[in-house]
């Protein structure tokens, strides 16, 4: 204790101790009072805990900072902002927004977005707006905490957006090289999905016009690279997501027969065995079309998307019905079930949802609502995406 410059002080108070135990004690602790008696040891007691001074001592207590209430994210083609019951608690303004990089750090700390300048970012708790240089870097994905990776080239590139004074810090893993295609642009890399510090990567192959079929790629956090294989369908992948317990990811891919035609896919893969396999049909194998404007894991493992199919006059359309619309279904044992809740919804807390709704049948444009207790309230008219915390 001398050594790391600590002193013991040790006082002993002594209720009708025997006198024979009296001299032990005594030489034991540093300060021995005896008492026989009640009322000497409240004396005694009194005036080793009792302060000498009768004013009252103030305390100051530093309080850990209160948790945020929940919220959820959403993009518009000018704006990044976040929603709290019904109301924009925090916004900035975007350029050329990309909706499927709309994310939340792993830890919920931070909303991110890539745009023609950069990641836009906002800090939940705070609402601090922020913008991060990554050259041309065409998406960004959560990599545990409040780290978020994209691709700088063919390098995988991570910043900690809670750490003022980080840099981006560039991996070790360097990807396969960029194909060219016939008319010698190069097909870039694409990091698609993010979970604890492995990246899902896809590298174009440049034989379909639609972007697919592409080989996928997942990088470990050491570096390490593994080849997934080839994706099904010849449309580049445009939905990803690890599940929770990092043994699987799915992905969403699609065959293009036409400008209407075109069927999504929803597949899984098994990433100890590389196995991939495709999801059943959710609605009528012999519609023209399906879309997944989402697909996401719950914490226990359930996996979710939203989905709609139609039917086309032909191959280049126009759509003559639509025979589901979208709404949210859910992946069980034996297939895909319909839930209650209609059009495109992400819950956030139970009572509190995120909902995009459609004007009209025919309108591609979504209005954006958050629903408390069952009631809507309108926070945009030209949404484009939205996320909840993982």
């Known amino acids: 204790m001398a050594a790391a410059g600590l002193d013991l002080d040790i006082r002993v108070v002594g209720f009708q101790v025997p006198q024979d135990r009296?001299?032990?004690?005594?030489?034991?602790?540093s300060d021995t009072t005896f008492a026989d008696s009640a009322d000497d040891l409240k004396v005694v007691l009194d005036r080793l805990v009792v302060p000498n001074s009768p004013d009252a001592a103030s305390?100051?207590?530093?309080?850990a900072p209160a948790e945020p209430e929940p919220s959820y994210a959403f993009l518009t083609t000018t704006r990044l902002g976040v929603v709290r019951g019904t109301k924009v608690?925090?916004?900035?303004?975007?350029?050329?927004?990309?909706?499927?990089?709309?994310?939340?750090?792993?830890?919920?700390h931070f909303v991110f977005a890539v745009t023609s300048t950069g990641i836009t970012?906002?800090?939940?708790?705070?609402?601090?707006?922020?913008?991060?240089?990554?050259?041309?870097?065409?998406?960004?994905?959560?990599?545990?905490?409040?780290v978020i990776s994209w691709l700088a080239g063919n390098v995988v590139t991570t910043l900690d957006l809670a750490d003022q004074n980080a840099r981006p810090v560039s991996g070790t893993t360097v990807l396969p090289d960029r194909k060219v295609?016939?008319?010698?642009?190069?097909?870039?890399?694409?990091?698609l999905a993010g979970e604890d510090g492995t990246s899902l990567v896809a590298a174009p192959d440049g034989v379909s016009a639609y972007g697919g079929p592409e080989n996928l790629y997942l990088?470990?956090?050491?570096?390490?690279?593994?080849?997934?294989?080839?994706?099904?369908?010849?449309?580049?992948?445009?939905?990803?997501?690890?599940?929770?317990?990092?043994?699987s990811l799915v992905y969403v891919t699609a065959g293009h027969a036409g400008a209407c035609q075109e069927r999504s896919s929803?597949?899984?893969?098994?990433?100890?065995?590389?196995?991939?396999?495709?999801?059943?049909?959710?609605?009528?194998?012999n519609d023209d079309g399906s879309g997944v404007a989402a697909v996401w894991y719950d914490k226990d493992g359930t996996l979710n998307m939203i989905y709609s199919s139609w039917l086309c006059a032909s191959s280049g359309g126009p759509r003559t019905?639509?025979?589901?619309?979208?709404?949210?279904?859910?992946?069980?044992?034996?297939?895909?079930?319909?839930?209650d809740d209609p059009g495109y919804t992400r819950q956030v807390v139970p009572g509190f949802r995120a909902a995009l709704v459609h004007p009209a049948p025919d309108d591609p444009t979504w209005q954006l609502f958050s629903e408390v207790g069952g009631t809507r309230t309108e926070i945009s008219d030209d949404a484009v995406a939205v996320a909840v915390p993982n």
Do not use: M
């Open 219 to 247: 990088v470990r956090p050491g570096g390490q690279v593994v080849p997934l294989g080839a994706v099904q369908g010849n449309v580049a992948v445009y939905r990803a997501a690890f599940s929770p317990d990092g043994r």
């Open 59 to 63: 305390l100051s207590v530093k309080a």
């Open 22 to 29: 009296k001299e032990a004690l005594a030489k034991f602790a």
């Open 321 to 339: 019905s639509v025979t589901i619309p979208e709404s949210h279904w859910q992946l069980g044992n034996t297939g895909w079930t319909r839930r």
């Open 121 to 146: 970012t906002i800090d939940v708790r705070t609402g601090a707006t922020g913008s991060v240089p990554c050259g041309s870097c065409r998406n960004a994905v959560t990599a545990g905490g409040s």
């Open 89 to 108: 608690v925090a916004e900035t303004a975007v350029d050329s927004a990309d909706p499927r990089s709309l994310g939340y750090t792993a830890d919920g």
């Open 266 to 285: 929803v597949v899984l893969i098994n990433l100890a065995t590389g196995a991939q396999s495709e999801t059943p049909v959710a609605g009528d194998p």
């Open 181 to 191: 295609d016939e008319a010698g642009l190069v097909l870039p890399l694409r990091i």
